[in-house]
């Protein structure tokens, strides 16, 4: 039971990767500027993560979900595969709505 979190992370992060081949929204568009856009968004996040953990805003809760592995102190190692889905699902809509406004723009 202390994988099914991080499972189903990897599930939505696939589903993500197969909705990205198949439209070419993202990495399937530009391999490299998707990766270094990506690296840089889950990077930033986790840095404002780390700074609300020395704050004291952010805790880590306890659930039989999670595996217990810790990046750093608070910091579960799941909440970078989250932080991962997160950017990535932001990229694929940000290429899906780019090109359904681009395809209305030239319908109009």
Same mark, same amino acid.
């Given at each position: 039971? #202390?994988? @099914?979190? $991080?499972?189903?992370?990897?599930? #939505?992060?696939? =589903?993500? *990767?197969?909705?990205?081949?198949? !439209?070419?929204?993202?990495? !399937? &568009?530009?391999?490299?500027?998707?990766?270094?856009?990506? &690296?840089? =968004? *889950?990077? !930033?996040? @986790?840095?404002?993560?780390? %700074? +609300?953990?020395? @704050? =004291?805003? !952010?805790?880590? +809760?306890?659930?039989?979900?999670?595996? $217990? @592995?810790?990046? %750093?102190?608070?910091?579960?190692? /799941?909440?970078? =595969?989250?932080?991962?889905?997160?950017?990535?699902?932001?990229?694929?809509?940000?290429?899906?709505? #780019?090109?359904?406004?681009?395809?209305? $723009? /030239? %319908?109009?």
């Amino acid at each position: 039971m #202390s994988l @099914l979190y $991080g499972a189903l992370l990897l599930v #939505s992060i696939t =589903g993500m *990767v197969v909705l990205d081949h198949r !439209f070419r929204l993202f990495f !399937f &568009a530009d391999a490299r500027r998707a990766a270094v856009v990506l &690296a840089v =968004g *889950v990077v !930033f996040f @986790l840095l404002w993560d780390v %700074a +609300g953990i020395a @704050l =004291g805003i !952010f805790f880590r +809760g306890e659930t039989p979900y999670m595996t $217990g @592995l810790l990046v %750093a102190p608070e910091l579960p190692v /799941e909440e970078v =595969g989250f932080l991962t889905l997160l950017c990535y699902l932001t990229m694929n809509l940000h290429g899906g709505f #780019s090109r359904a406004l681009a395809r209305a $723009g /030239e %319908a109009a």
